[in-house]
């Protein structure tokens, strides 16, 4: 019997003596897994570098040439010559884009609003004759444009007082429909909303 229990005892003992052997991975091999990922993410890197485009790809992609010469500052400085907005101005004639009335659920508020509004646009006197002639096309898609525009607009879209928002979306949109800017600007007249 003597000899099972020192038999038994010789395995912890030697379990106690080598530590390292119970304490899981060595340094060695963290710090194998740490060079690994490290290359894993040096090598996406790269890979990701190569496949950015450069800032004239950049360019050609948006359809854009890279100019030689320095862009126009985004604002420009504040005139009293007011020339060029005459000038901008008259070259321009308004066309009617036909009187709206849209009813639009509030979800939010459990209201409903009324919304009746004419519109207008402003489109070069050179491109009139082509723009009756697209809009005659698309008169109905223009509509529904419009009023889809109107029926998503926000609250506060609505109690802008120059309804910015609007005017710039149904600009686009118009635009994109016609596949030409040919509409410059958008008018917004008579315009009231009631809320029930």
Same mark, same amino acid.
């Given at each position: 019997m003597p000899e099972n229990s020192t038999s038994s005892i010789a395995p912890e003992t030697s379990a106690a003596a080598n530590p390292a052997a119970s304490s899981g991975p060595s340094w060695v091999g963290r710090l194998a897994v740490v060079l690994f990922l490290s290359v894993v993410v040096l090598a996406e890197c790269v890979i990701a570098y190569f496949y950015l485009?450069? $800032?004239?790809?950049?360019?050609? /992609? $948006?359809?854009?040439?890279?100019?030689? @010469?320095? $862009? @126009?500052?985004?604002?420009?400085?504040?005139?009293? *010559?007011? @020339?060029? =907005? @005459?000038? *901008? =101005?008259?070259?321009?004639?308004?066309? *009617? /884009?036909?009187?709206? =009335?849209?009813? =639009?659920?509030?979800?939010?508020?459990?209201?409903?609003?009324?919304? *009746?509004f004419h519109l207008f646009g402003a489109v070069a006197s050179k491109d009139e004759v082509e723009f009756q002639q697209h809009m005659a096309k698309n008169v109905h898609r223009f509509r529904e444009q419009v009023i889809v525009i109107v029926r998503g607009a926000e609250l506060t879209d609505l109690t802008d007082a120059g309804l910015g928002l609007i005017k710039r979306k149904i600009l686009e949109k118009t635009n994109r429909m016609l596949g030409k800017p040919l509409l410059k600007s958008v008018i917004v007249s008579e315009f009231s909303f009631i809320e029930q």
């Amino acid at each position: 019997m003597p000899e099972n229990s020192t038999s038994s005892i010789a395995p912890e003992t030697s379990a106690a003596a080598n530590p390292a052997a119970s304490s899981g991975p060595s340094w060695v091999g963290r710090l194998a897994v740490v060079l690994f990922l490290s290359v894993v993410v040096l090598a996406e890197c790269v890979i990701a570098y190569f496949y950015l485009p450069t $800032a004239a790809e950049t360019a050609v /992609l $948006a359809g854009t040439a890279v100019a030689a @010469e320095p $862009a @126009e500052p985004a604002v420009k400085p504040l005139s009293l *010559d007011t @020339e060029e =907005s @005459e000038k *901008d =101005s008259a070259d321009q004639v308004e066309v *009617d /884009l036909e009187q709206f =009335s849209v009813t =639009s659920f509030q979800p939010v508020s459990n209201t409903t609003l009324r919304i *009746d509004f004419h519109l207008f646009g402003a489109v070069a006197s050179k491109d009139e004759v082509e723009f009756q002639q697209h809009m005659a096309k698309n008169v109905h898609r223009f509509r529904e444009q419009v009023i889809v525009i109107v029926r998503g607009a926000e609250l506060t879209d609505l109690t802008d007082a120059g309804l910015g928002l609007i005017k710039r979306k149904i600009l686009e949109k118009t635009n994109r429909m016609l596949g030409k800017p040919l509409l410059k600007s958008v008018i917004v007249s008579e315009f009231s909303f009631i809320e029930q």
